[in-house]
């Protein structure tokens, strides 16, 4: 039996009609909407704890230096959670009734003018100064990772480097979900372990097929374009997103590991201190993936039963809800301080440790602005949905949520 898919994504993590039918009350997965803040804590306090950069305050090279070590897979965790998360949530919260279109406006809006609010702002604060216009123009409309020179992959705002990738998950998202929803579920494990391969595949690419010089200017073990390829080129993000989208099936159709939610963050803890140990390429997201996607499923999973987390409180969602605007202006506030005020000085233990609890609060007032000045504005006037018009439509095989219908699932 067929099902026309919708493919919303609200602004808190939301489960799509978990019993099949038009009806019913979808499942809220508000943890998930927590979770998201302590993902984007995480590349904070990667981004805060480079030497080289330097963005690191510390003037105590030990202190430096081992702050710099335990945070240094922190980001890639971070924007790897992401990366899976979106996969989830966009299968989890798809339903009737929506047109290509409309999913794509809806999913640009969600992003882009917080995007553009912070690239004018990075522009004029600093950017402007050292950026080429071969190099803002594509990071202005969010394609400057497909390039390979460093000066243009990292340009502007720094993290706004995987919202190309996001972009790309958005537009093919209608088309992934077709052909996710034809995957057998008995199969489903199988898929989930193939986009992993798929990830060690890219690695080993990149280890014995690109050159190995000039070495990137953050100094990581490999070349720039090395570098690019393994990470930040949109297309190799992709294995973390249909990663996500099987996980999120899997969980509905009741094949997913009921791991408890204790047990899942120790995996997430140990598959970190893994990452670490690893071959420099396998600990940027290979280590960590199925990690990852067992914690969102068991986050998931706690939610669906209606168990109470700290994850699902008003602060934590709240802190959420603010978190993309964090995200994408920390590296400014970061920047301004460490760069312009400070001018690249290093200070002893304690005012460094406030220092940063002070970018850190800031960068979460520029989130809040964001969302309430920005996000939730924009969204609320253009990116609610409409009634269906003519057109193409994301029509799939809805066999998940006949399976879901038969999962104690819901409470």
Request: aromatic content about 14%; hydrophobic content about 50%.
């Amino acid at each position: 039996m067929g099902a026309t898919a919708s493919v919303r994504q609200p602004d808190t993590a939301e489960a799509g009609d978990i019993r099949g039918g038009s009806r019913s009350t979808a499942a809220r997965l508000p943890s998930l909407t927590g979770l998201r803040f302590i993902a984007a804590a995480l590349v904070f306090a990667f981004h805060s704890s480079l030497t080289n950069f330097p963005l690191s305050p510390f003037a105590d090279e030990d202190v430096a230096h081992g702050y710099e070590w335990l945070f240094s897979k922190a980001g890639w965790i971070g924007v790897s959670f992401f990366f899976i998360l979106s996969g989830f949530v966009l299968t989890w919260s798809s339903r009737g009734g929506d047109t290509l279109t409309s999913f794509w406006r809806r999913r640009l809006l969600k992003i882009y003018p917080n995007h553009v609010v912070v690239w004018t702002l990075a522009m004029l604060l600093f950017a402007a100064q050292f950026t080429p216009p071969s190099a803002w123009l594509p990071n202005l409309f969010l394609i400057h990772s497909w390039f390979p020179q460093h000066d243009t992959f990292i340009s502007v705002n720094l993290p706004s480097w995987s919202l190309c990738s996001e972009l790309l998950f958005y537009l093919l998202f209608p088309f992934f979900l077709r052909l996710v929803r034809k995957i057998p579920v008995r199969q489903l494990w199988l898929w989930a372990g193939g986009m992993v391969a798929g990830m060690a595949g890219i690695q080993l690419v990149v280890q014995f097929l690109l050159p190995g010089s000039p070495q990137t200017p953050e100094q990581y073990p490999l070349s720039v374009v090395q570098w690019w390829f393994a990470y930040n080129f949109p297309p190799v993000r992709l294995f973390e997103f249909l990663l996500g989208m099987i996980t999120a099936r899997a969980v509905l159709a009741g094949r997913w590991i009921r791991l408890p939610l204790g047990a899942a963050g120790a995996l997430v803890a140990l598959s970190y201190a893994a990452a670490m140990a690893a071959p420099w390429l396998y600990g940027l997201y290979v280590v960590t993936a199925i990690p990852l996607a067992l914690l969102i499923a068991s986050v998931a999973q706690v939610d669906i039963a209606g168990r109470p987390t700290v994850l699902r409180g008003r602060t934590a969602v709240w802190l959420g809800e603010i978190s993309f605007g964090f995200y994408v202006i920390h590296y400014v506030v970061m920047y301004v301080v460490r760069t312009m005020i400070m001018d690249e000085g290093r200070v002893g233990t304690p005012a460094g440790i406030g220092i940063l609890a002070a970018i850190f609060l800031v960068s979460m007032v520029g989130g809040w602005l964001l969302f309430i000045g920005v996000e939730r504005p924009v969204m609320r006037r253009w990116g609610r949905s409409r009634k269906p018009a003519a057109g193409p439509r994301v029509s799939v095989p809805d066999e998940s949520a006949e399976r879901a219908r038969r999962q104690p699932v819901a409470g």
